[in-house]
């Protein structure tokens, strides 16, 4: 019998098992993967980038994505139409493939419903805690998990209890400095982004060696702060691979058993007092609907019909620019071709607007260079700018032009993607994966209004690629969801009717079941969730530690 | 049996007959090895400038177990469908047409749904063995690389994931 049993070894699993063993308690973690740490990572595009070397194949293990359009939702076969939404079955999960721009949610993120109003057709609540209550949990994952960058002052810097971040912040490319000008220009705030990435060499890991090749690969040097490197590898929880996770039973009131098979379909039984599920979202729901007992004919935790309910993703999109050497003087098209190291720059100045004298909450921008894979950056050219296939010396001679003399930023918007009842997760009533478990089927539907900000957001970084001198400035604001920036499914809040979790973390119905991935996220804020995710298990594992104990000091 | 014959066995998959009809009646017989051979080189003539072995690529890709049995039946239709278009104008195979037909026929592949997919595939590997890393056996001392100076990551894989 373990103490704890975590479900998922990534960003929502680790730091409970990083904490709860350092303090003495058997810690089992299972995770689907395999184990891969710094020496089995390494630069290959082939594998990790175009063969998905850290996800299942869609073949084997897939999802059912119903995409709501004009009144009705159309059906989609993830593996039919390659829609995959795995983001990395590996030790550590997909924190060891994240860019990892680090941003924390706000203060309003926290009181979007008392803040900004109802929005019609969306499911806006307060969280049942607020910015405060994580500040400590996000100034721990600063320290532990090690995030680099440099404070500074803008009109929505939210409150810190460290003066600045633990790490200088990263090298950056000469061209940062054309985007510092521009924004200076333009009346607005450039913002070093942050990184949970270590500069310089500490907590037992390398820093940083500028490899070029950061989000979607593993690290090499452990610089990268995965739930990996910076916890598992540092605390004696048991962590068991190959073990897909398919059933809890519980007795009404407690979960008693987990079940889970390898990938030879060898079931085995896990017992333990604690039960934390940190899966990723999708997955997390999924469990529990799958988990169906005669207490719970819905699914564990779902009397209420609420869990998998309230999926949400990061609402914006992307946009980018090109820079060409014929605009660029012989010292700037050096800059801008300097490799390896980062752009690093993030705008915030709209995390709240007013247009038409309505109050909006708008979000992030973060600037970075188009990712390094050289395969689709030639494939992107074999189609002309009349969108003609083209082949043979003519497209030989536009690739060779375009990536030796001509290099391109983009930019990501965060906003909010509003939770609504047309939003969620089932499981389909035929489709089995490799398993033989029901698959997760991810309904999806995006409010208008993150549309409308999402827009707001994409114009003011147009501006600022224009002001620096880009061409062929685009940009694309869409309802297509991010599968990297998933949360929701299982809300926390204070009423037990219209959520699955309590401010805790824990279900409502269970005493001993917790979520610590991004489910718990009633609303997202208008950030990448990763340093939420981290300090909010952080924090759920403080209360967890504390319940074990109350628990010890009461038997003895 | 000769080494090349035993190399070219190798190919398994991509050595296999591909049955060509004209209409209704059977024309020939060829193999994906000598359509995509010559194809290659058509539409990514950098390659063989810079002697990357892109056929050989071809056979990891036949036998990649992350590429789906799907995507390597289209390759092989890619190579039936484009020789039969081939044999209905020129009443050759696609390899036996002088360099101005080939353009040609590819003009006119080009604008079909199948031949704007399957030339797409054909163009997409090859770039993988042109640009992926050496230890696949395509990028010859980093030649692709080179030619788009490219500097390629590091750590370097150890073994090729196949």
Redesign the interface.
């Given at each position: 019998m373990y103490d704890i049993c975590i479900v998922g070894s990534g960003a929502g699993g680790a730091p409970v098992a990083y904490e709860l063993s350092r303090a003495g308690y058997k810690v089992v973690v299972l995770e689907k993967g395999e184990y891969y740490t710094e020496e089995d990572f390494n630069k290959d595009e082939l594998a990790v980038c175009r063969r998905d070397m850290f996800t299942p194949p869609l073949w084997e293990q897939k999802h059912i994505i119903n995409e709501y359009e004009e009144g009705e939702y159309k059906r989609y076969d993830g593996a039919e139409y390659n829609w995959n939404f795995w983001n990395g079955s590996l030790v550590g999960g997909s924190s060891n493939l994240m860019s990892g721009y680090f941003h924390r949610m706000k203060p309003q993120d926290f009181r979007l419903l008392s803040t900004y109003g109802e929005i019609k057709g969306a499911n806006v609540v307060d969280w049942p805690i607020v910015y405060d209550d994580l500040e400590p949990y996000y100034d721990k994952v600063e320290k532990v998990i090690g995030v680099s960058g440099r404070v500074v002052d803008h009109k929505f810097q939210e409150s810190r209890s460290s003066k600045d971040f633990p790490y200088p912040e990263l090298k950056t490319n000469g061209a940062t400095k054309w985007f510092d000008k521009a924004c200076e220009e333009l009346g607005f705030r450039s913002i070093p982004t942050p990184r949970a990435i270590l500069s310089q060499n500490s907590l037992d890991r390398e820093g940083c060696y500028y490899s070029n090749f950061c989000g979607s690969y593993g690290c090499a040097s452990g610089a990268k702060g995965s739930a990996r490197a910076a916890l598992l590898q540092k605390c004696n929880a048991q962590v068991i691979t190959d073990a897909f996770v398919y059933r809890l039973e519980s007795d009404g009131t407690k979960v008693t058993k987990l079940y889970y098979k390898t990938k030879h379909n060898i079931p085995h039984i896990v017992k333990a007092k604690i039960f934390v599920l940190a899966a990723q979202a999708i997955e997390t729901s999924r469990l529990l609907l799958n988990s169906k007992d005669e207490y719970f004919p819905n699914g564990l935790a779902n009397t209420n019909k609420q869990v998998g309910k309230n999926l949400i993703f990061s609402a914006g999109g992307v946009g980018s620019g090109r820079f060409v050497f014929e605009k660029l003087s012989k010292s700037q098209q050096k800059e801008l071709m300097e490799v390896g190291v980062f752009f690093n720059r993030s705008l915030q100045d709209w995390y709240e607007y007013k247009e038409e004298k309505q109050h909006f909450k708008g979000g992030t921008i973060d600037f970075l260079f188009e990712h390094q894979n050289i395969i689709p950056r030639v494939n992107e050219e074999i189609y002309n700018d009349k969108g003609e296939l083209t082949w043979g010396k003519e497209l030989m001679k536009r690739i060779e032009k375009r990536v030796t003399t001509s290099r391109v930023l983009t930019f990501e918007v965060f906003n909010d993607w509003l939770p609504t009842d047309k939003c969620f997760v089932s499981v389909d009533k035929k489709e089995k994966d490799k398993y033989g478990v029901p698959v997760g089927v991810i309904n999806l539907y995006g409010h208008k209004q993150d549309l409308q900000v999402g827009e707001f957001l994409a114009k003011k970084a147009v501006k600022v690629l224009d002001k620096m001198g880009a061409v062929e400035i685009d940009y694309s604001i869409s309802s297509s969801p991010p599968p990297n920036l998933v949360a929701g499914g299982c809300r926390f809040g204070d009423d037990p009717n219209t959520s699955v979790l309590d401010k805790n973390c824990k279900t409502h119905e269970l005493e001993n079941l917790y979520v610590t991935d991004a489910s718990f996220m009633p609303t997202g804020g208008s950030v990448p969730y990763t340093w939420t995710i981290y300090a909010n298990s952080f924090r759920v594992a403080d209360i967890i530690k504390e319940e074990l104990k109350n628990e010890t000091d009461i038997s003895s | 049996m000769n080494n090349s014959r035993r190399k070219f066995l190798q190919y398994g998959f991509l050595s296999s007959s591909v049955f060509l009809f004209d209409g209704c009646n059977l024309f020939g017989i060829t193999t994906p090895y000598a359509t995509i051979k010559v194809l290659q080189n058509?539409?990514?003539?950098?390659a063989e400038l810079l002697d990357i072995n892109t056929i050989g690529y071809m056979h990891l890709v036949f036998k990649?177990?992350?590429?789906?049995r799907e995507n390597k039946d289209f390759l092989k239709n890619g190579v039936k469908w484009l020789n039969e278009e081939s044999i209905q104008t020129y009443n050759k195979t696609y390899i036996k047409l002088t360099q101005y037909q080939r353009?040609n026929l590819?003009k006119v592949v080009?604008k079909t749904s199948w031949g704007?997919s399957f030339?797409?595939d054909i163009?997409?590997y090859t770039?993988?063995a042109m640009?992926?890393?050496p230890?696949?056996g395509g990028n010859n001392k980093q030649a692709g690389?080179k030619?788009?100076?490219?500097?390629?990551?590091?750590?370097?894989?150890?073994k090729v994931?196949v």
């Open positions: - | 058509d539409l990514v003539p950098q990649h177990t992350r590429i789906s353009e590819l080009a704007e030339l797409y163009m997409s770039f993988e640009l992926g890393d230890i696949y690389w030619w788009l100076e490219f500097q390629g990551g590091l750590p370097h894989p150890k994931y």
